[in-house]
């Protein structure tokens, strides 16, 4: 499995932004997987955002995103995306997805066991 995320880039503040995570690489992501997207500020520690299970559009989010953020899984390009309404200064991070065969309702960066390169998002005021 290799991620690939995309769709990062300067916005402002109660702009909207949709990132995707699509699979690049030779190996499969299960049906029972968990596709998830995490965020690292500068100084600060990885914290994760939202996910969802590979086969199903059943998710789960940080306080910080619900409310405002949503991944699905778009089935026709056979990726994830994080759509981001609403986006404030403190949103600010490099994004990343993960995934891995890890338990719904898993928000530890440890849980997930592949990584791809994050993408930027700066939400400017």
């Known amino acids: 499995v290799q991620l690939q995320a995309s769709g990062g880039g300067l916005v402002q503040v109660g702009d909207s932004l949709r990132l995707s995570c699509a699979n690049s690489?030779?190996?499969?992501?299960?049906?029972?997987?968990?596709v998830g997207w995490f965020r690292q500020a500068p100084g600060k520690e990885r914290e994760f955002v939202a996910a969802?299970?590979?086969?199903?559009?059943?998710?789960y989010y940080s306080d910080s995103a619900k409310g405002r953020f949503t991944i699905s899984r778009d089935r026709a390009e056979n990726t994830v995306v994080l759509q981001m309404n609403s986006l404030k200064p403190e949103d600010t991070a490099v994004y990343f997805c993960?995934?891995?065969?890890?338990?719904?309702?898993?928000?530890?960066?440890?849980?997930?066991?592949?990584w791809g390169q994050g993408t930027l998002v700066t939400v400017s005021s």
């Open positions: 993960a995934t891995g065969s890890t338990q719904f309702g898993a928000t530890r960066a440890t849980d997930f066991g592949s």
């Open positions: 969802v299970r590979w086969s199903r559009d059943s998710a």
């Open positions: 690489g030779s190996g499969r992501i299960f049906s029972s997987w968990i």
